[in-house]
T-cell receptor, first 113, second 109 residues
Framework: GAVVSQHPSRVICKSGTSVKIECRSLDFQATTMFWYRQFPKQSLMLMATSNEGSKATYEQGVEKDKFLINHASLTLSTLTVTSAHPEDSSFYIC?????????FGPGTRLTVT | QKEVEQNSGPLSVPEGAIASLNCTYSDRVSQSFFWYRQYSGKSPELIMSIYSNGDKEDGRFTAQLNKASQYVSLLIRDSQPSDSATYLCAVMSASKIIFGSGTRLSIRP
């Protein structure tokens, strides 16, 4: 299957700071990537669709000014959590695909203190 | 009505038995269906994809799709303790993949 990487795998930051998470497709090009968030014991929630060269499409209820997405190349999308607060602590996972099948990155565990 | 529904479990199955996981979906025009396995603290891993009615087998896993009933299932034969995980059913709808809430499967030795 296709390989998707994420960096960092784990980050702890102070309330009010911003955190950037990178998602890379390693062996294919992806015009579209997806960002998900998962709270403990809950399912994946789609946050936004990242589109290469254009604006991201956000799901209802997701603040686009708080979760900034940049998809500047066919292999890299970044998610920046701005002015993070403890309630933003979660497991953030990206996915990408060379076809219909989505492949997930290993995830980034964000803890905001 | 949720777009993709799964029984949350936990589903407990003895080692060596068949585990049966079920999923229903609401978008009648969906054409692509997936099963993912997620271990605690890890991201989901694709197990099977299925696109046409009937059965699709891959090793110990069999996916079954019935579009008329809007139903997709996953059978795991000869269940092993390493199969204990949460299984997510996913359906492609309007160019997005929609996930069910997952079924927690526990294989007891």
């Amino acid at each position: 299957g296709a390989v998707v990487s994420q960096h960092p795998s784990r980050v702890i930051c102070k309330s009010g700071t911003s955190v950037k998470i990178e998602c890379r497709s390693l062996d294919f090009q992806a015009t579209t990537m997806f960002w998900y968030r998962q709270f403990p014991k809950q399912s994946l929630m789609l946050m936004a669709t990242s589109n290469e060269g254009s604006k991201a499409t956000y799901e209802q209820g997701v603040e686009k000014d708080k979760f900034l997405i940049n998809h500047a190349s066919l292999t890299l999308s970044t998610l920046t959590v701005t002015s993070a607060h403890p309630e933003d602590s979660s497991f953030y996972i990206c996915s990408a695909s060379p076809s219909d099948e989505q492949y997930f990155g290993p995830g980034t565990r964000l803890t905001v203190t | 009505q949720k777009e993709v529904e799964q029984n949350s479990g936990p589903l407990s199955v003895p080692e060596g038995a068949i585990a049966s996981l079920n999923c229903t979906y609401s978008d009648r025009v969906s054409q692509s269906f997936f099963w993912y396995r997620q271990y605690s603290g890890k991201s989901p891993e694709l197990i099977m994809s299925i696109y046409s009615n009937g059965d699709k087998e891959d090793g110990r896993f069999t996916a079954q799709l019935n579009k008329a009933s809007q139903y997709v299932s996953l059978l795991i034969r000869d269940s092993q303790p390493s199969d204990s995980a949460t299984y997510l059913c996913a359906v492609m709808s309007a160019s997005k993949i929609i996930f069910g809430s997952g079924t927690r499967l526990s294989i007891r030795p």
